[in-house]
């Protein structure tokens, strides 16, 4: 796969932390991160990423939210959510929303490059 722009969006800097070293590690070039839905929305707009790695529980607005609002103003936007065990419910509420899928923390590189390839096959194909 192709070096890939990425957004990361998560209220945790250890978490941030994280997913920048392996994304970058997959070869991909992390272009903005930020630590709140407002902040995403706005960054998407600035960036226009390839893709977006979004946290569902953050400050001022959730990542369902951030995801609605760059979905309706990007439809072809490629968020997959990064979310915790026992958030079935707003996972399932991202993906109404828009997202492409979602991968649990803590993040499995592996498994996380298993994921972004199967979203770009299946929506960039």
């Known amino acids: ?3 890939l ?3 990361v969006v998560d209220d945790s800097g250890i978490t941030s932390k994280k997913l920048i070293a392996i994304l970058e590690a997959l070869g991909h070039k992390v272009v903005c991160t930020a630590k709140t839905g407002t902040e995403a929305v706005s960054c998407y ?3 226009n990423p390839d893709l977006v790695t979004m946290d569902i529980t953050m400050p001022d607005m959730d990542g369902v939210e ?3 609002l760059i979905m309706d ?3 072809d936007a490629l968020i997959i959510m990064v979310t915790s065990h026992g958030q079935e419910e707003m996972v399932m509420n991202a993906v109404k929303a828009g997202a492409k899928g ?3 923390k803590p993040v499995n590189p592996e498994k996380l490059k298993e994921h972004i ?3 770009f ?3 960039k194909g």
């Open 121 to 123: 096959k299946r929506y």
């Open 73 to 75: 103003e990007f439809k």
């Open 117 to 119: 390839a199967m979203v």
């Open 66 to 68: 951030a995801t609605k």
């Open 102 to 104: 979602y991968v649990l």
């Open 5 to 7: 722009n990425i957004m």
């Open 1 to 3: 796969m192709n070096s």
């Open 45 to 47: 707009r600035q960036h």
